[in-house]
């Protein structure tokens, strides 16, 4: 089992910036991709950003890219997002997850069918 905890969300105007955290607890070794996702109100939920751990490899939705940036703390098993020049359209709120070993492996990286962990999430509002 792994425990997700989110943390960083709050108000923000446009053009600002934000870190979001992702602390993850329990069996964390059979982890191999964490991820953020965001889902606003009367939308689906869609990726954001994704790491495979073993690799280092990321990727971003094309709509953050530039903006927002991975990166990650082994020590205390923390992800995060850092959030730049953000929009009123990336308010959300947003959820940390992750997939291990057990669920298996292939797929997009950003269905969330591919994580079996889940965050409470963290919400994220943008003002203009």
């Known amino acids: 089992q792994v425990q997700l905890v989110e943390s960083g969300g709050g108000s923000m105007q446009a053009g600002g910036s934000l870190r979001l955290s992702c602390a993850a607890s329990g069996i964390t070794n059979s982890v191999y991709k964490v991820g953020w996702f965001r889902q606003a109100p009367g939308k689906e939920r869609e990726g954001v950003a994704a790491?495979?751990?073993?690799?280092?490899?990321?990727y971003y939705d094309d709509s953050v890219k530039g903006r927002f940036t991975l990166s990650r703390d082994n020590a205390k098993n923390t992800l995060y997002l850092q959030m730049n020049s953000l929009k009123p359209e990336d308010t959300a709120m947003y959820y940390c997850a992750a997939a291990d070993d057990g669920l298996g492996y292939g797929g997009i990286w950003s269905r969330p069918a591919g994580f079996n962990y889940w965050g409470q999430g963290t919400q994220v509002t943008v003002s203009s």
């Open positions: 790491i495979y751990t073993r690799t280092g490899r990321t």
